[in-house]
Structure formats: structure tokens, C-alpha cells
């Protein structure tokens, strides 16, 4: 079993800075790919930047020079710096990891979500 905890979700000002972090636990054998996802309330949930095992990233064009992926594999963790905080980037933000649990088993997790809210 394997398990992906979000934190560092909250309310913010336009034009500030938060930094998400998610956390796999469980039965890990390798991390392939990870990446953040969000939804905003009436839409459907996007793809907001992903990394690669090798550190490849991409990134959609909504957040493109505001937010950097990153990860740190002898924590099984995955950060989202997000600067230059929009009332747009207001939703829900999941972690999604593609995670091998045994050397020919992998499957694709996802977190519980934590709330990120762009407000004055």
C-alpha cells in the first residue's frame, strides 16, 4: 500500500508565495513520474507541472515562470513552489505519483488534495 500526503496548501494574498509539498509513504520500490494537479470549483481537474525520475519537468502554460517542480528522492517527496500567487490559481491541489511497488508493479497513486486559496 502505498500513500501520498499533501501539506502546505492555505490563503494567500495576489502576488504571494506558497510551497506544496507531498510526502510517498508505503510499500516503494522506485518513484517514476510525480506531478501536481488542480481543480477549481465547476471545472475539471488540469494538469499544473509534472517531473520525471530523471528531473525532466513540464509545466502547463498557465504557470509557466511562476511555479518550479521539484523532488527529492531520498525523501520520496515532490514540492510545488508557487510565486506570483493569481485569484486563478485558487483550487484544490492533488500530487499524483506513478510508483512501483515491486520491480514489475506500478500503478499510479493520488493524494487527498490540499486547498490553496488566492484572496485579498
Known amino acids: 500500500q502505498v500513500q501520498l500526503v499533501e501539506s502546505g496548501g492555505g490563503l494567500v494574498q495576489p502576488g504571494g508565495s506558497l510551497r506544496l509539498s507531498c510526502v510517498a509513504s508505503?510499500?516503494?520500490?522506485?518513484?517514476?513520474?510525480m506531478g501536481w494537479y488542480r481543480q477549481a470549483p465547476g471545472k475539471q481537474r488540469e494538469l499544473v507541472a509534472t517531473?520525471?525520475?530523471?528531473?525532466?519537468?513540464n509545466y502547463s502554460d498557465s504557470v509557466k515562470g511562476r511555479f518550479t517542480i521539484s523532488r527529492d528522492n531520498a525523501k520520496n517527496t515532490v514540492y510545488l513552489q508557487m510565486n506570483s500567487l493569481k485569484p486563478e490559481d485558487t483550487a484544490v491541489y492533488y500530487c499524483?505519483?506513478?510508483?512501483?511497488?515491486?520491480?514489475?508493479?506500478?500503478?499510479?497513486?493520488w493524494g487527498q488534495g490540499t486547498q490553496v486559496t488566492v484572496s485579498s
Open positions: 499524483k505519483g506513478r510508483i512501483a511497488s515491486t520491480s514489475i508493479s506500478t500503478y499510479i497513486y
Open positions: 508505503g510499500s516503494i520500490f522506485s518513484i517514476r513520474d
Open positions: 517531473i520525471t525520475s530523471g528531473g525532466t519537468t
